[in-house]
Structure formats: C-alpha cells, structure tokens
T-cell receptor, first 115, second 114 residues
Framework: DTGVSQDPRHKITKRGQNVTFRCDPISEHNRLYWYRQTLGQGPEFLTYFQNEAQLEKSRLLSDRFSAERPKGSFSTLEIQRTEQGDSAMYLC?????????????FGPGTRLTVL | AQSVSQHNHHVILSEAASLELGCNYSYGGTVNLFWYVQYPGQHLQLLLKYFSGDPLVKGIKGFEAEFIKSKFSFNLRKPSVQWSDTAEYFCAVNVGTGANNLFFGTGTRLTVIP
C-alpha cells in the first residue's frame, strides 16, 4: 500500500499526558498537512509543511501542539498536557507541489480519546 | 472568514433515486472546489474537483458537480444512487492561487436503502 499511513490508529490517554502521532506521506509528496476532525464536523486545518519547513499554522494549533517534519519525509504531531477537548480524529494528508491542482491524499487518521 | 456550508446533514434515499447535495461557500476570489467521500471505516477519498474551465465536472462512480459562481455553489449530483454510495460526503474549498489548506463543510451523511 503506497498511500498515506498514520500510527497509531487509536490512542487512549489520560488528561495531562503527552501523546505523539506519526504520519508517513506518499513517498514523492513534498507537502504534508495535519487536520483535526471532531464528531459531526468536517476536518479543520491545523498546519502544513513544505519539505521540512512548517509554512502555515492555524489558530487552532495552541501552544500545547507541536508538529515536526525533520527530514522532509514523515511528520510527528505532539500534544502536551492533553485535555478532554483534544479528543478527535487527527488526519494527515500529503500532496505533490507542482501538480496541477495540489490534490491532497488523506490517511486513515489517528483517533485520540482523552479520559 | 472563509466558510463552507452543507445544509443537508443526513439524506436518506432509496436505490435508483437521484441525489443532489448542496454546497455553498463564502469567498469572492479564486477558489478551487472539491468533493470528498468517506465510506464507512475508510479514509477520505477525492470524488471530484473543479479548478477552471467547464463548470460541470465529472468524477468517479458516476458523480458530477456544477460550479455556479454567481450562487457560490458547487452541488454534487448523481442520477441514480446505489446502496454502495452510503457514505459521508464533504465539500471543501481551497482559497486563492497557490493556497494550501482546505476548508471543509460539516459533511452530509447519505444513507441509501436497498
């Protein structure tokens, strides 16, 4: 399978704990995106990388959230001191810069439950 | 702020019925428009997209959508739905040239009854 992969698929944690998610994009894709989706809502943009540079961050991305893409390949999203309101599906997508329409391909998501 | 509205939250149809899902966006400039589908237990997949040219675009599985600039709309249609079309459908907008992130609507859940 050469699609976008995310790990873990499910994470249950207690409030106050730190969690880290990983995203592996499609191998030739140089753009990577993180979105968050809560129940009954569409995905909401969190942040975007072009290669290793984080070029855009949403206001939704509080100081407790940090994302990295150190070598321009996989990316990690860390949430520190989790809160119950962080419970959501975290989606990763990738795209190829220079393609005619920048189509984003989504991974299966990591479902986070904060108890 | 940009927003995308999908007014139908849950649509229930019998097989062979025609489908139209509404999508309206609020942005006056250049937009790229998408419909994504999420089948039960699967990840988001692109159904179709509009960037320029013919405002009637055709996607996979017999879906089509029409961009009406004057109405800020991009409605999704299918003449005859199948049970396998049961899924959640999301409209999304990419704003401006060279823009990166997508703005999604809240989604419409389609249930097709065999």
């Amino acid at each position: 399978d050469t699609g976008v992969s995310q790990d873990p698929r499910h994470k249950i944690t207690k409030r106050g704990q730190n969690v880290t998610f990983r995203c592996d994009p499609i191998s030739e894709h140089n753009r990577l995106y993180w979105y968050r989706q809560t129940l009954g809502q569409g995905p909401e943009f969190l942040t975007y990388f072009q290669n290793e540079a984080q070029l855009e961050k949403s206001r939704l991305l509080s100081d407790r959230f940090s994302a990295e893409r150190p070598k321009g390949s996989f990316s990690t999203l860390e949430i520190q001191r989790t809160e119950q309101g962080d419970s959501a599906m975290y989606l990763c997508a990738s795209s190829l810069m220079g393609s005619s329409y920048n189509e984003q391909f989504f991974g299966p998501g990591t479902r986070l439950t904060v108890l | 702020a940009q927003s995308v509205s999908q007014h139908n939250h849950h649509v229930i149809l019998s097989e062979a019925a025609s489908l139209e899902l509404g999508c309206n966006y609020s942005y006056g400039g250049t937009v790229n428009l998408f419909w994504y589908v999420q089948y039960p237990g699967q990840h988001l997949q692109l159904l179709l997209k509009y960037f320029s040219g013919d405002p009637l675009v055709k996607g996979i599985k017999g879906f089509e959508a029409e961009f009406i600039k004057s109405k800020f709309s991009f409605n999704l249609r299918k003449p005859s739905v199948q049970w396998s079309d049961t899924a959640e459908y999301f409209c999304a907008v990419n704003v401006g040239t060279g823009a990166n992130n997508l703005f999604f609507g809240t989604g419409t859940r389609l249930t097709v009854i065999p």
